[in-house]
Each structure stands twice: as C-alpha cells, then as structure tokens.
C-alpha cells in the first residue's frame, strides 16, 4: 500500500510578531480575518489600514484545506465560517459579481460585489532574499 503524503507542511506557516502569518509556500503574508462582514469600500478600507490589499481568488483558496473539521489551517483559527470571505477578483462575464471563498466548506464561487462579506488581508513576502536562517529552518 502507498503512504499518502499530507499536503499540509508543518513549516509552510509561521506567526509573525506583528500578528500576521507567513505562507512560505505562496509566498505571501496574511492578515487577521475581519470581525464583521463588511461592504466593498469597508474590505477595501480593512486591508489598507493594516498594510495589505485584498486577496486575488486563487490567493484565497491557496488556504484552503480540507483535512480538517473546516476548510482551513489551525493556524487561521480566527477565520469565521458562516459567510463568505471576498476577494478583489471581479468575474469576466459578470461585472458586478467578484470571486468569493467559502471556509466552511472549502468552495470558490461568485456573488454580487456589493453584498457584505469578511475579508483577509494579504501582502507579497518583501524581501525573499532572507528565507533562510540555515538550511533546515525558516526563519
């Protein structure tokens, strides 16, 4: 019988000391999830003021897993599962529509723009130059 291997790496994550969460896979860094849903200028507004940006859908889904009780990492404890989470990504064949990512049951799908939905911040990993502290662990 073949060893199915995890797709979860126990070092793909860490907790930075400003709150957010390096994905050393993707190559990005997460924010705290919203409390509350939030409106379009409100999501825009959110990711901002704590340095990032809206994430793009397939940014979104890359946190997606689904080994677990719900579709995200323990690491993303904060995520809430009773809406949807927005992307900035808009839908080609419907403009007033963007992607959205469902954490509760690990779905990408897309509704009206202007609706209120939760958001996570996300911000490129700057300087990729020191990933390494040896040749075994992340810093």
């Avoid at 793909?12 to 860094?29: A, M, N, S, V």
């Avoid at 989470?85 to 009206?112: C, H, L, M, P, Q």
Wanted: glycine share 8%; net charge neutral; charged share 35%.
């Amino acid at each position: 019988m073949k060893k199915l291997i995890r797709y979860y790496d126990p070092k793909r994550f860490k907790k930075l000391p400003d709150g957010w969460i390096r994905d050393w896979r993707e190559q990005r860094e997460w924010g705290p999830s919203c409390e509350v849903v939030l409106g379009p200028e409100e999501r825009r507004k959110f990711c901002e003021d704590l340095g990032g940006r809206e994430p793009e859908a397939h940014e979104s889904a890359s946190i997606i897993n689904h080994e677990g009780k719900d579709c995200f990492f323990p690491i993303f404890a904060d995520t809430k599962i009773d809406n949807w989470y927005a992307t900035a990504e808009k839908v080609a064949w419907n403009e007033r529509s963007v992607r959205i990512v469902g954490y509760g049951n690990g779905s990408v799908d897309y509704f009206d723009k202007g609706y209120r939905y939760y958001v996570r911040p996300v911000r490129p990993i700057f300087d990729l130059a020191v990933q390494y502290n040896s040749k075994t662990d992340l810093i």
